[in-house]
Each structure stands twice: as C-alpha cells, then as structure tokens.
C-alpha cells in the first residue's frame, strides 16, 4: 500500500499502526443500525396524534371558542396585542433593557385579531344571511365605548354560560349584536369553514397556518390537550413527544431553564433562555480557546479508559533505554 | 491506484487555478488518507464508533426522509407504508442524535481539538446545531398536534430573538421547505466537511502521548 504523506507520518512517528478497514466499518455499522431502527419501526411505529381543527374546538368546547373570539374583537387576546412580528401591540414584546431584537424586524404579519379571525369570516358569512348582516353593520357602526361595554360584558357573561345543542347561552344582558356575531361564528367554525378561512387567507394555495394556529393558541381547548400530552413548558414539553415516544430529548438544557429560577418567573424569560442558550453554544463551539474548559479532560481521566491500551503500552516502553 | 506526492509534483509550467486547487488537494487529500487500510493502534475504542454510526443514521434520516418528500407531508398519515417509512425517519433520528451526543462527549474527553484540529472541533459543533435546527424543524412538519403544539409554544422564543419576523415556525410551507431541502443540504455538506477534516489530519494522539521512537509492536497485531 501507499504510505501516508510526511504529516501523519510525522505525526504518528514512534506509535504503531494496526490494519484498519474503514469501509467495512461503515457497512457494519450501516447494517446495525439498519437492524436497530427497522426493528424499533416495525415494534414501537411513531406518534401520530391527529391536528386539532377549529371545527373540533367548536365542537368540543363552543364556550372556549366564543371568549377566545370575543377576547380578539375586544384586542385582548394574546395574539391581539402580541406585538411584533404580528401586530403592531407590545404585549409580549420581551427585552433587557434597551435590548430588544424582538421589535427590530416590525411587524412581519400584519395580523388584525378582530377583522382576520372573527370580522371577516363573518362578513363572508353575512352573505344570504340579513340577520348576521344587520348584527355585523350594527357592531362596526358603533363606536369604541359602545362596543367595549358590549363585549365586557358579554365576556362576563361567558364565565357562567352554559351548552345547549351545541350552542351558547348567556344570561341577559346588554351585549348588543355580540351574541349574534357569536352564534354565527360558532356555526361557521362547526361547519369547518372558519379552518378553510383562516387556512387559505384569500388564496386558493395555502401553506401558511400562522392565522388558525395563533387563534388556536389564544384559546384554552388545544392548551388542555397539549397539558394531557404533557406538551407544556412547565412540563418540559419541548422536549416530550405525544404518548409515551420520545422527543426531542437533546433540547433538555433548553427546556432547564424553564423550570429554574429566575427564568421561570421572568416576563422575558424566552429571550434570557435563548441568549443563555446562545452563549453556551458559542462556549461549546470554543471550547479549544477557552482555558478550564479546554483543560477538564486532563483533569477527568476519560481519556485513560478509552486509551487505556495505548497507555498500557506507553508505560511498557517508556522504561527501554530506546523508548 | 492511490495518488503519491511524487505523482503530484507540481508542473512550473502549469500556472492555472485548477492546477492549483488540484495540486493542493493531492497534497492535503490523498486518497490514503480519505480511505485508510492502516491507523495507529489507539483507535481500537468504542468510541471511535460512535461517529461512524452517527453517519450511518444520518443516511437512514436522509434515505427515509427522500421517501416522505416525495410522497409529500400528508401521505404518512393515511398510509401504512408511509407510516412505516416515517417511523423509520422517526427512529433514525433517534439513533442519531444518540450517537451524535455520544460522539460530541467522546471527542470532549479525548480533547480531540489538539495539535491543529480545532476547526474540526468547531464544524463539528456547528453540525451540531444545524442538526438541532433541522430536527425542529422536522417536528414543526409532522402535521399533526404534536406539531401543532410545538409550534405555538416555539414560537415566542423564537419571536424574542426578532427571528420571528424571518423565521416563521407557524408557517409550515416555510418549514417544510427549509426542512427537507435546505438543511439536509447543509447538514450533509457540513458532515462531508467535517469527516474530510479529520481524514486530512488523521486522528488526535492520546493525551500525553510520548511516541518512543517507531518499529515497536503494539498489543495484538500481528502485521505489524
């Protein structure tokens, strides 16, 4: 065989080589592998819970979906004043200091809670439809006071409001067209047509789920089934998989810091999280240049373990007069 | 036949770019290197496996996940074969996560950045992290709650950094297209990166290695 070039030979002058197939070393590692993760495939298969759709949510919990509807007309809602880089609020704008990446980008979506997920369907509902017409014209005529002292108190309303076919029931009260506006919605959403609305935005292709998703998450319906599945961040659900598969568990340091103070109660917590992340990354990346870090492997003796037959042998031939 | 260092002279008359990108790679890539039958005796470890089956996971990954692109996101979720197939994605990424941190520990406690090797070590952690990236990512594309959910809690994390206004993890055209396209691009460019790395310089000696001076024949080898 060829001889290695100058540098290794220089490099390794004075240790002993061994024949070394690498090739075969990868195919029998190829085929192990293979053996491992088919058997696990056919044995375990994968998780497959399936998407939650408005059209269940209105379904299983029209009381859910009616406040989180009412709060995105009255701004309330999460996505409402989230902030950048969907609306213009600042809600959940996190920084430190000064220091806010988060409002550097601006407002990237463009998100109108109230016209994208409840005026706007309704307005394409109102078609054929004089009543929810004549509630939807009477709700934007009105002015702000009006329709604030409407919608508070119909989400007051909404804390002891019960079912009946499907349907939600208030006590009476003065929540002027809001019940209207509400019923209609609900029946959109259980005929599945608030999905298709939000989904394709006015567009015949659609891949983008930003609208459904954040009117989803603004509700308590998918965060209950998310929690079942211990999917939430108290739960270290970053790192959990739905049932009992595993997930991401190599996002374990990440979902830590949730758990620890003083990330766990801080209003910027996902931005101290990331940054901490941030650093540790650029720490591990340098370790090769950071002193301590650099050095802990002599100091903890892995190494003679994994090198222990080159230690043997060093200490055999350390004591020749030649070695 | 392997190319030598004589092989490789270089030509005075040949001033070209090619020639001297092609000189440079016969000096620091010969194919002796890139496919070696010999190695120093200290790289009988375990641990010298944990890459190599790292790499075999990422060919499973890429292999299975070929298959799901092609069928598109939607055909696991109602077909048994696609079920299959992504359970086999599934557990791949498994196995190569597993052996990936394994690896990255191993390399830790044999300080394996020593002697000119610390961009190894960096593209290494940096395969590390789009690695991360593209799992995320994979999850984000399962379409189902599990993805449903990670998205909506991902997102205000990813929103704090400003990355949000770029990087929208509620768009899953977005996702699925940086993840079967993008990233697996730039993982496997990395791994190639990274693995022709350590065949140009060959492994790191064990720490402390006081070399006695050659022809010595270490425990267990005959050939030698």
């Known amino acids: ?323 | 036949m392997s190319m030598t260092t004589k092989d490789a002279a270089p030509d005075p008359t040949d001033r070209t770019w090619t020639g001297a990108v092609r000189r440079l790679l016969e000096r620091r890539l010969p194919l002796n290197h890139i496919l070696p039958s010999r190695q120093p005796f200290f790289v009988g470890s375990w641990v010298y496996v944990f890459g190599v089956v790292a790499i075999t996971g990422l060919i499973w990954v890429i292999g299975s996940g070929i298959v799901l692109a092609f069928f598109g996101p939607g055909w696991w979720h109602v077909s048994a074969v696609g079920r299959f197939v992504n359970s086999v994605h599934f557990w791949a990424v498994q196995v190569l996560f597993i052996f990936v941190v394994l690896h990255l520990w191993g390399q830790y406690f044999m300080a394996s950045w020593r002697d000119g090797r610390a961009t190894t070590w960096v593209v290494g952690v940096v395969v590390f992290v789009v690695a991360l990236v593209t799992g995320f990512t994979g999850y984000i594309s399962q379409q189902n709650l599990d993805a449903q959910w990670i998205a909506i809690s991902a997102k205000d994390g990813i929103n704090a950094t400003g990355a949000g206004a770029f990087f929208n993890v509620l768009d899953f055209g977005q996702m699925y297209g940086i993840h079967v396209m993008l990233l697996p691009i730039l993982v496997t460019t990395l791994v190639v990166v990274h693995v022709l790395q350590v065949r140009m310089r060959g492994v790191v000696r064990p720490i402390d290695a006081t070399p006695s001076g050659g022809g010595t024949k270490p425990p267990g080898d005959a050939a030698t």
């Open chain 1, 1 to 323: 065989m060829s001889k290695p070039s100058s540098d290794q030979d220089t490099y390794y002058r004075g240790i002993p080589t061994v024949p070394y197939d690498l090739l075969k070393e990868i195919i029998l590692a190829f085929v192990a592998s293979a053996v491992v993760i088919l058997v696990l495939a056919v044995a375990l298969s994968s998780p497959d819970i399936a998407p939650v759709t408005i059209q269940a949510w209105a379904g299983q919990d029209p009381i859910d979906l009616v406040t989180t509807a009412t709060s995105e007309l009255a701004g309330t809602s999460f996505s409402a004043a989230y902030g950048p880089p969907y609306s213009n609020g600042s809600d959940s704008v996190q920084a430190i200091g000064p220091f806010a990446p988060q409002s550097w980008a601006g407002n990237a979506v463009h998100l109108d809670a109230a016209q994208d997920f409840v005026l706007g369907p309704l307005g394409t509902a109102a078609v054929g439809n004089p009543d929810l017409a004549s509630a939807l014209g009477a709700y934007t005529s009105a002015d702000d006071a009006t329709r604030q002292g409407w919608l508070s108190a119909y989400t007051d309303a909404l804390g002891a409001a019960s079912t009946q076919d499907g349907n939600v029931v208030v006590a009476k009260g003065n929540y002027g067209p809001v019940p209207v506006l509400m019923a209609n919605l609900l029946a959109v959403a259980r005929s599945g047509g608030l999905d298709a609305q939000l989904i394709a935005g006015g567009q015949f292709f659609a891949t983008n789920y930003t609208r459904p998703l954040l009117f989803m998450g603004d509700g308590g319906y998918l965060a209950g089934l998310a929690e079942s599945q211990h999917l939430l961040g108290s739960q270290w659900g970053m790192m959990n998989e739905t049932g009992s598969y595993p997930g991401q568990a190599w996002l374990w340091l990440y979902s830590m810091w949730y758990q620890i103070p003083p990330y766990d109660t801080a209003p910027n917590a996902d931005l101290l999280v990331v940054l901490t992340m941030l650093g540790l990354t650029l720490m591990l990346a340098f370790v090769p240049f950071i002193p301590v870090l650099r050095d802990i492997p002599r100091w903890i003796p892995v190494h003679r373990l994994i090198w222990r037959d080159y230690y043997r042998w060093q200490q055999t031939h350390a004591t020749r007069p030649d070695g």
